[in-house]
């Protein structure tokens, strides 16, 4: 089974910095490809940031680019995303979540990934 922990969010003002870490354990190694997406109340789940696993291929929102990096440490299982240049609409829950199933052409894409975090808070104040 697999089990996906996030941590690192927070509260920070506006133009500040947070990492996200995903902590993955259980039967990851055929994972296609890893992502952060986040929901913010009364909105819709979006995708963040993604990660091929192979060949290490990023994607990101174009709201997030050139802001947010995502990253992967396989020997510690771990999925990052640093949040650089904070805005106040950054603020919500952002989940990590991981596609064990098949190969997706949309990463970004919530329906291609059937494993999922519990979540963590990003608040960003002006």
């Known amino acids: 089974q697999v089990q996906l922990v996030e941590s690192g969010g927070g509260s920070v003002q506006a133009g500040g910095s947070l990492r996200l870490s995903c902590s993955a354990s259980?039967?990851?190694?055929?994972?296609?490809?890893m992502g952060w997406f986040r929901q913010a109340p009364g909105k819709e789940r979006e995708g963040v940031a993604a990660?091929?696993?192979?060949?290490?291929?990023?994607y990101y929102a174009d709201s997030v680019k050139g802001r947010f990096t995502i990253s992967q440490d396989n020997a510690r299982n771990t999925l990052y995303l640093q949040m650089n240049s904070l805005k106040p609409e950054d603020t919500a829950t952002y989940y990590c979540a991981t596609n064990t199933r098949t190969w997706t052409s949309r990463p970004l894409a919530d329906y291609a990934y059937n494993h999922w975090g519990q979540g963590t808070q990003v608040t960003v104040s002006s």
């Open positions: 990660i091929y696993t192979s060949g290490r291929t990023t």
């Open positions: 259980g039967y990851i190694y055929n994972s296609y490809c």
